[in-house]
C-alpha cells in the first residue's frame, strides 16, 4: 500500500510565524508514522481574496488540488481575537473550488487541528475550524493542540523551544495518519485509541 498524503495548511503572513512553525513540527510527526507530506504556507502561497467573479488564480488551483490529492489534512492557524485568521478563512473559502468534485470538499478525509496563542484560548479558534471541517464535510480528529502563551513556547526566530509541546505536536500528525489509514482501509474511522500526553479531546 502507498503512504497516504497529509498536507499541512496554514501559517500566519508574519515572518517568523509561530503558527507555520508548529504546523511542521505536525507534519514531521505524520511523516514519521508513515506519512508522505506536504506544507501549504499560506504567506507563500499569497492567495487574493475569494470571488468566484473573476476566473480562478493559479495559487487558488494549486491549493485545492493539493488539498483534494491530501488523505488526510493537519490545519494550522493563529489565534486572532478568538477565531481564525482572515488569511487562514480565505484560504478554506478557496475550497469552494472542491465542491463540483465526487465526493465534494473534504469528503473523507481527517483533519487535525491546532493553533498557537497569545494568551490561553486558543481552543477558539480550533472550535471555529471544527465547524469549517464539518460544513467542509471532512472529519474532525478529536484530538487538538491549542499552542497556548506562543512567546513562551516560540524564541524571537519562531524556533520551538519546548520539548513536550513538540512531541505533542508530533502526537496529532501520527494520530491524523492512523486516521487516514484507517479511512483507507475500510472507510471508517475508530478514534479510540492512546493519545499524546497533555493533548485536548474537544
Ligand atoms: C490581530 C491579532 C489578534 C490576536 N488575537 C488573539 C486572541 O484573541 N487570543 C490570543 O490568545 N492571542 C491573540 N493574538 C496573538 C496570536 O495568537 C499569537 O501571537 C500567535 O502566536 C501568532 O501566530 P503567528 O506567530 O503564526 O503569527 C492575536 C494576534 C494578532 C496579531
Known sequence: MTRPLVVGMGGSLRTPST???????????????GAGTVVIDLKRLALPFYTSEHGIPASARQLADTVQAADALLWSSPTYHGSVSGAFKNAVDWLALLADHDPPYLSNKPVGMLTTAGGVQGLQAINAMEF?????????VPLVFAVPRSSRIFDGDGRL??????????????????????FRADGTCDYAQERAPGAVRE
Not at 503558527?19 to 508514522?33: H, I, K, Q
Open 132 to 140: 469549517i471541517v464539518r460544513s467542509l464535510r471532512g472529519w474532525a
Open 161 to 182: 523551544t519546548d520539548q513536550a509541546v513538540a512531541d505533542q505536536l508530533r502526537g496529532l500528525g501520527a494520530e491524523v495518519t492512523r486516521a487516514a489509514l484507517q
Open 19 to 33: 503558527s507555520l512553525t508548529a504546523l511542521s513540527v505536525a507534519v514531521e510527526g505524520a511523516a514519521d508514522a
